[in-house]
């Protein structure tokens, strides 16, 4: 389903997408090995437990990637079954899940594996799930709001969607800070995806969110920004006790309006409204 990497050129899919076979390495040190890395899944793990109601439901996790997300479910009891279309990911994130599950972190049986993008899950897994989440996959996609509708297709009446998102705005906001003011004027934010460079192709704003959301019967139950303040700090913080302020001020502003409009991850929680009888 997606092309072999070059080590210089990466292409999309015919879908427009951007899979990661490749670059292993390079998102398990730029995104988790880094203090950016670390403060999201500190967000992820103070604000999920906030934001959704966990009863152990199974979850169809969308776009696992290195399969942190899934183990988080698979610890707190959930069975989980990881969707990720980069063979090179998923066989990080199920190496990975053996070792964590050989210590005993969760049964060996708490996780499957599906190498699907999302456009096949409605064939692969199509549920109807309680619990679905994607974070950090729509920004990804050719057709984020295509993606939206088939997630919302695979939802239970009354089951929950975690949804995370790459940040329209708050890039813009980099932008300028950054000095890219011809850039930030232009609008023109998107990455090309062709190169190793983590810009998304698709990055998406709240007000698309709230429309598609509607457009696909969705019902708005919180947002929250992830990494609101972190981006824009003129010397980023290296000390332990500076980082653990910097995670203090996230998570005491990070559902306050203004602060978490420029989060340069948008974590949502949307329902299925209960089938009227």
Not at 56 to 64: A, K, M, N, R, Y
Not at 202 to 213: F, G, I, K, N, R
């Amino acid at each position: 389903m997606h092309s072999i990497p070059t080590s210089t050129s990466y292409e999309l899919t015919q879908a427009g997408d951007r899979y990661f076979d490749g670059l292993v390495d390079k998102f398990s040190r730029s995104l988790y090995q880094a203090p950016r890395g670390e403060l999201r899944l500190a967000m992820l793990d103070y604000l999920l437990p906030q934001m959704l109601h966990l009863t152990e439901q199974p979850v169809l996790d969308v776009g696992g990637g290195l399969g942190q997300l899934s183990g988080w479910f698979a610890e707190r009891g959930h069975a989980v079954t990881m969707a990720e279309p980069s063979q090179d990911m998923l066989a990080h994130a199920s190496a990975w899940h053996a070792e964590r599950s050989a210590e005993g972190a969760w049964p060996v049986d708490k996780l499957r594996y599906l190498a699907a993008p999302l456009q096949l899950l409605p064939q692969q897994a199509p549920g109807p799930w309680p619990l679905i989440t994607c974070h950090a996959v729509l920004e990804w996609l050719g057709e984020p709001e295509q993606a939206v509708q088939t997630l919302a297709s695979l939802l239970a009446p009354g089951g929950q969607l975690s949804l995370m998102v790459f940040n329209r705005d708050a890039l813009r906001f980099s932008n300028v800070v950054k000095g890219n003011l011809k850039k930030a004027l232009s609008d023109q934010l998107e990455g090309k995806g062709k190169r190793q460079r983590l810009t998304p192709i698709s990055p998406v704003t709240h007000d698309e969110m709230c429309q598609w959301a509607v457009n696909n019967g969705l019902v708005m139950e919180g947002v929250a920004g992830i990494r609101i303040f972190q981006d824009y700090l003129r010397h980023p913080s290296t000390e332990g006790s500076e980082q653990a302020t910097l995670l203090a001020l996230e998570k005491q502003y990070c559902r306050q309006d203004p602060h978490w409009r420029l989060g340069r991850y948008l974590l949502y929680t949307f329902t299925k409204p209960e089938a009227d009888v």
